[in-house]
């Protein structure tokens, strides 16, 4: 990063914010918020507060989710600035050769616009549609959907339409979309080395799937505050920050209240004035114009309103009108939180009379040949474990192959495994017993929100294996399962 994109640093107190309010904020995330990854506050331009919870650190890019739709919403804004497309655009225009067989009305009448505010009249997300489509053919199980309502007139949030833009976006400019911002956004803002998710046809998947770091988040909020100017250059015309973030559609049927203020342009309305763009298990970009204020937070939570309560309670009854005087106790206090911001480690006993007797052991599970899998399930085949001094090398295969965690003796020890599906993680992982027979390994794949802990318990000949994510979209405890030695 350069260091004129490198976000300036300064006191609270001399950008109007309490180091005793950041500070409360610090320790209400730790008390009532399980967990915050990092978070980067940034007032009149100038980060004021910042910290991660290690594993957790300022160079390692983190999965974004819906966040990722805000840039999205940003690459369609300077496709419309160069006169590629508007958002009066139909939709059905951009794919001839997807079309259904029968086109409604209400596709035949679906615009860009309607995909930017979520209002493209389907009644249900399509996303899981996408993933089961034929060949990989997203747009055309998009496209094959029913539109129930007139585009325009019903909020249903629905990644498939930012999907639909990305796929729009390349075929205009024949770059994906990680590729078409890189000049235009991504460089000039000092974002090195961004990554996006592909659907199987190599287009961005738009809706989730880019992974930067929390202050690349930091000075995405802090170029939008500034109305798409940055170090003096207009990067996003300020019109199209204006539309973006300002309500376009009515969205009073979610169920909470900062879901509840209006949708824009792949922005979310916000109680007191501000706006944000978010994504799953509590990554945000909250602008405050109001405060003059950006919040930058990456986190892995099952609710996502707790970690606003917890901003709007203790940050924004703080922020003052003109500078405070320094308190260098205060400011004293608040470092020594932030710099020792940590997950805790797997708790419990270094060793156990058993370990000598299951280590290196192979334990073999059942499997079911007619389970119906979901496409992001594994069947685990094999277990072993070998102990050391050190801590505990995992092994698990399945029809994937062979995975391996290797955890620190109640000490995070860092690493990368494939145990998850889909991609090799890095990860930081300890390990420790929690009853004679019991071993339980905390993993931390420290670019995602993704944190499993893993409990094997040793009866006689078998081994009980269960696996609990701490977040997830569908269930996070996984089915016991029971292999036997031999």
Not at 156 to 170: C, D, F, R
Not at 317 to 331: D, G, I, K, M, V
Request: proline share 5%; with cysteine; charged share 20%.
């Amino acid at each position: 990063m350069s260091i004129e994109n490198k976000l300036p640093r300064s006191s609270p107190e001399a950008q109007g914010i309490s180091s005793a309010a950041i500070l409360a904020f610090a320790e209400a995330a730790e008390q009532k918020i399980d967990a915050l990854h990092s978070f980067m506050l940034v007032r009149h331009g100038q980060v004021v507060a910042e910290g991660w919870w290690s594993p957790y650190g300022p160079t390692d890019p983190h999965m974004l989710f819906s966040l990722s739709k805000s840039f999205t919403s940003t690459a369609v804004g300077l496709a419309v600035a160069e006169a590629r497309l508007t958002v009066e655009d139909r939709v059905l225009a951009f794919f001839p050769e997807d079309l259904p067989a029968e086109i409604s009305e209400n596709l035949a009448a679906m615009r860009i616009h309607d995909l930017l505010a979520m209002a493209t009249g389907n009644a249900e997300d399509t996303t899981r549609y996408l993933h089961e489509a034929p060949h990989g053919n997203w747009a055309k199980a998009f496209l094959a959907r029913p539109v129930e309502h007139k585009p325009g007139t019903h909020f249903i949030y629905n990644s498939g339409a930012t999907y639909m833009l990305s796929a729009i976006v390349q075929k205009l400019t024949g770059q994906k979309l990680v590729d078409y911002l890189q000049p235009r956004l991504f460089e000039p803002l000092g974002i090195e080395h961004p990554t996006w998710e592909n659907c199987p046809r190599g287009i961005n998947v738009g809706g989730w799937g880019l992974s930067i770091q929390t202050e690349d988040i930091a000075r995405f909020g802090q170029l939008y505050l500034q109305k798409g100017v940055w170090n003096g250059q207009q990067l996003v015309p300020a019109t199209w920050v204006a539309q973006a973030t300002i309500s376009q559609v009515e969205n009073r049927s979610q169920s909470n209240i900062d879901w509840q203020q209006g949708y824009g342009y792949q922005f979310w309305r916000c109680q007191h004035g501000a706006y944000r763009g978010d994504g799953a298990f509590g990554q945000f970009c909250v602008v405050m114009p109001e405060q003059d204020a950006v919040l930058a937070i990456t986190s892995g939570v099952g609710d996502m309103q707790a970690v606003l309560n917890v901003v709007w309670a203790h940050l924004l009854p703080a922020f003052a009108p003109a500078a405070l005087a320094e308190n260098s106790t205060a400011q004293t206090a608040l470092s020594k939180q932030l710099a020792n911001l940590a997950f805790v480690p797997a708790q419990g006993e270094s060793s156990s009379p058993l370990a000598a007797k299951v280590t290196g052991q192979l334990y073999h599970f059942p499997i079911d040949k007619d389970k119906a899998m979901e496409w992001d399930e594994v069947q685990v085949e094999a277990i072993s474990l070998d102990f050391t001094d050190e801590g505990c090398i995992l092994t698990v295969r399945d029809q994937r192959g062979e995975h391996q965690v290797v955890a620190g003796n109640k000490a995070w020890r860092k690493g990368a495994t494939t145990l998850m599906p889909h991609a090799k993680r890095r990860s930081a992982a300890s390990g420790a017993w929690t009853a004679e027979d019991t071993y339980m390994m905390k993993i931390c794949l420290y670019e995602t929100p993704f944190c499993p802990t893993i409990t094997c318990q040793f009866v006689d000949e078998q081994l009980i294996y269960s696996l609990r994510m701490n977040v997830g979209f569908g269930p996070t405890q996984r089915p016991q399962l029971v292999g036997r030695r031999g």
